[in-house]
């Protein structure tokens, strides 16, 4: 029981120091600056009109800052400014179950929650709510068992175990700055403490006044404070950002409350035990180790004093053999520069040789510039040619003392498509030139060349591209050849089904019976969801993939015209994403589309009844994409089996999905029906 009390007064003097440093500033920068403006008619109006329905969460396990007593209820220092907040505006706020952190928040980015308290401001949250200024500001420490000695940092805690409030501040802030650390997310602070004092964790980051808490609360005696975790919970209240009214009018009551009443919650709920620093072991370490550090500088003050004349005598002695060392010093010197003197000619002849190997390499690279197959020539700042290789002045003949641009393009001023500037910059360039002196066209490498004084010259160097382009335009004159070819097939093949879906409609005037009617009508559509792949990709620049965005819009919209569907009372909702899809994905998962929807037609909505249809299409990974189709309207017997199913239309279905498109099929049957199919695109399969 003594070992409990004095960790406990350890832990609380820190705790003491710690909020001094950072909740009392915190409390006196809630009121800074925050005038204490009345409500505006406006917002007085909006709070009466809501009183009682602005639905505000609190926390289930956050002392002191909000927690929620068996006995008294929702309490804490929050609760207590929420109270003021209550009283100074003349309004009531609606109080939701307590749950933990994670759960209010979830709730808050539904909308079913309008208010949260003691939360810290993040870019994440920020998305969804409006936080007022801070009212409390806080540390974050580590906390670890007594026979964890060390101090610790978050940096130097790899391979340690840490738990740590589930969506907490600090949580988001250590996964984001320390991503190596092994974290276990808890549902509360309490769990976590509980977990590291019987050893099923290494350490718990919390706020300081939650940890003092319920470490006091709960009689936990094996732990201490092992370092500061480098974070500061300023604590906000949050409100939904859908709702800036309601973030002014908590801005104004935060503003009312005094700084007396900021004080009476202060003193309320953190009482701490004061620490006499005559009894702290530490606080006279240092005191006995100022006076030692005094002691010893006066000693030293008077045995420096005794020595320094010492010192002057023997520093004059010292002087008198430095200039005597001087003398010869100088002496020494001008033997040296003597010597110099001959090194400075044999060096000169040195130089002189090496000059001539110089002009011996120069004359090396200018045959091998000379010997290459392609073009090069050097030009300076100014557009002076310093140098041509054989290849240049056979194209383009002998120099003549020309500027560049006139010498390869025979114009009087410097060109507008010149490299030079990039170049003398320091970057290399490749670009394509066609001569028209000489009709070819070159691949040029623009490249900085440094010359032995110093300077900065333009090396370029002419690759003949003419036979590789003239091949390359036969090429594209093949490809287009072939893009013609393709759209004329295209072309051909929906004129064709055009064809057949225009015999089937004249035979189905010959046929009485209703089902073989509609059968031929059935068959109508299918062949014009085919068609319509065609058509589109008759219409598209690639001609190997169909705007499928566009495609469904087509297609839904003959579809209501065919079966002359009254938009009043059956409405078409769509959300589909841009998505290019090949004719082996398109032509199935359209024909997928038109069966769907011709159940939804016939089926869904019997004698007039109203409802809508919605059509979504969108990607959900890199390379898959989902299709659903619902509707409001009848949904499909719980005993028809979808893979089972004796209709032609359910079993087309099935088969396309599960054969050609080889993706999966779901179907729902809550609040009408609904089909959910995943495929990826399919790949070219060469034909036999």
Known sequence: MQEMKSSKNLFLFLFWTILFLFILPGLAHSEKGLEKNTLTSKEREWLDKNDGNIVLA???????????????????????????????????????S???????????????????????????????????????????????RKEEKSSLALEKMNGMKIAVGDGYGVHTYIQNEFKNLDLLPVPDDLIGLRMLSFGEVDAVVLDVATASYFIEKEGIGNLRVAGNAEYIYNLSMASRKDLPILHRILEKGLAQITEEEKRAIFSK??????????????????????????????????????????????????????????????????????????????????????????????????????????????????????????????????????????????????????KNKEVFAGKTVNWEWYSFKNQKTYDLFDTPYRNSDGSISKLEIFHDITGRKKADDLIQSALKEKEVLLREIHHRVKNNMQVISSLLNLQSKYVKNKENIEMFKESQNRIKSMSLVHEKLYESKDMASVNFKDYIQNLTNDMFRIYNVDINKVTLQTSIEVINLGIDTAIPCGLVINELLSNCFKHAFPKGKKGKIDVIMQSVNMDEYELIVSDNGVSVPDKLNVRNSKTFGLKLITDLVENQLEGTLEMNRDKGTEFRIRFKEMKYKKRT
């Open 98 to 144: 307590s749950y933990q952190l994670a759960v209010n928040l979830q709730k808050a980015q539904e909308g079913t929650v309008d208010v949260l308290t003691s939360l810290k401001k993040t870019p994440v949250r920020s998305e969804y709510l409006l936080f007022t200024k801070s009212y409390i500001e806080i540390p974050a420490v580590i906390v670890v």
């Open 269 to 418: 709920w953190i009482r701490l035990e004061s620490v006499s620093f005559m009894d702290n072991k530490k606080f006279w370490y240092w005191v006995l180790t100022a006076i030692s550090v005094i002691v010893f500088i006066f000693s030293f003050i008077i045995v420096w004093n005794r020595a320094l004349k010492s010192q002057v005598k023997q520093r004059t002695e010292e002087l008198n053999k430095e200039l005597a060392e001087r003398r010869r010093v100088e002496e020494s010197l001008k033997k040296a520069h003597d010597e110099l003197d001959e090194r400075v000619k044999d060096r000169t002849v040195e130089l002189a040789k090496a000059n001539e190997n110089i002009q011996l390499e120069h004359s090396k690279l200018m045959g091998i510039l000379n010997a290459m197959e392609d073009g090069v020539y050097i030009a300076n700042k100014n557009y002076d040619i310093e140098y041509i290789n054989s290849v240049i002045e056979r194209e383009f003949g002998a120099i003549n003392k020309r500027k560049c641009f006139e010498y390869f393009h025979d114009r009087t001023e410097k060109c507008p498509w010149c």
């Open 58 to 96: 609190p926390e289930s396990n956050y002392p002191p800052f909000i927690f929620v007593d068996k006995k008294d209820g929702m309490k804490g220092i929050s609760v207590d400014y929420i109270k003021l907040i209550e009283q100074k505006l003349g309004f009531k706020f609606q109080i939701a």
